[in-house]
């Protein structure tokens, strides 16, 4: 006993005793899922965007031309990544276990942020909430853009962190690459990398970036100035007109066929906010514009409902007159619970400038999901699981031990523990 006391003792700060089994419990899981499709003779789950994926993909290999529609431009990070593995493993089977190893594995840069941020306890409690994500586990087996970008944003927010701890140059030159990565990998990850820069911002010490201007503001001038140069010579050429024209026929569809409709969703539901919507174009002649100023307040009833929505189904299901529906409740608000325990706890220590970036990359989802629509699957809340993994693990610690402190006070004034009565 006394030789296992020693080695826990010795060990204990030992990251890999965690990291270690943590990871093969969340290759077990992700994995296991992925064998059960493999074998049930029903194949990998698909969607109308997974078939356009791959057809452009095969298209890519065969004609090496991207075009400039909205969908060639803005999803092209991850089209040429689609493409490149389909050209290496041949079959879309193996770039979904790819995926699935890569959303097993990201368990560790969950451990690693939660550790640099709150504690070794959170970490471990985080890992464990991301191992069993039912969300990270389903869309490793999609072939979409979700489960990579989780990975992604993961290792971009590590870096991030680490590049600030450490102040090693690895870590800036692999922030800045999947910074860059990201917005060009589909069109959430251009608001991702807009509120992680945020962070960026809120960090900048301004002697150094005065320091940085004098040295390199003829450098900087240039670049700036030699952009603002192609930009122009792009827009009046027309280079980018099929862009814009795909952009302003999207905008047009989520506008007709989300807002004026009052879908929470990407389709009618039960829930949806039903109104009159004025469709009069009178400002600028812009039908956009126009439509947000005429119905600025039913938009903001939709996103207010939007925003209740983003817990998730049950909380317009809610029945607190009988006892299962209490129960049921409690089961899905316990969750919502740890989470604000967790915000609460990050305020009350002064740790709210360190864990910033994680109101930041929850913020992000949110808002994409807010502004145009949330998928009827929750797809696109998927990039702020882990981050609100972290957050409610967290919580879940001060719990846990508050409840220790709590119970060590009260034993301690048993009876029985004053010696007044004998066993």
Known sequence: MSQLHYIYHKYKHVDLIYILPLALLSLWVRLRYFFYLLSS????????????????????????????????????????????????????????????????????????????????????????????????????VYILTDSFFISLQLLSVYCLLKMYASNKNVYKIIFIATALYMLVFRPA?????????????????????????????????????????????????????????????????????????????????????????????????SLIISFIVHNWDNILILYGKRIVALLGRWVFYVDLTTVRGIVKFAWNAFPVVMFLTGLFYTIRNGLSRKASILWLTILASCVFCVIFFIDGMYRYRAPGLPFIAIVAAYGGDRIIKGAIVVTKKYVGKLLWNKQKYSL
């Open 41 to 140: 003779g029903k194949g990998f789950p698909q969607s109308d965007d997974t078939q356009w994926y791959l057809d452009y993909a095969y298209s890519l290999m065969e004609h090496f031309k991207v075009g400039l529609d909205m969908n060639d431009i803005l999803y092209i990070g991850y089209n040429v990544l689609l493409t490149v593995m389909l050209a290496v493993f041949k079959d879309p089977v193996a770039v979904i276990f790819i995926q699935a190893v890569t959303a097993a594995l990201s368990v560790i840069l969950v451990y690693k942020i939660s550790q640099m941020i709150f504690n070794r306890t959170t970490a471990i409690i985080a890992s464990l909430f991301y191992a069993y994500s039912w969300d990270i586990t389903l869309w490793s």
């Open 189 to 285: 990850g251009i608001i991702t990398v807009s509120f992680v820069m945020i962070y960026v911002l809120i960090n900048l010490n301004k002697q150094t970036i005065m320091g940085f201007v004098r040295k390199y503001g003829l450098i900087l001038g240039s670049v700036f100035l030699a952009a603002v140069l192609v930009a122009m010579v792009v827009f009046t050429g027309n280079k980018l007109d099929p862009l814009m024209v795909s952009l302003q026929f999207n905008a047009k569809k989520v506008l007709y066929n989300i807002y004026a409709t009052g879908w929470l969703f990407d389709r009618a539901s039960p829930f949806d906010h039903k109104y009159r919507p004025n469709y009069t174009i009178d400002i600028g002649n």
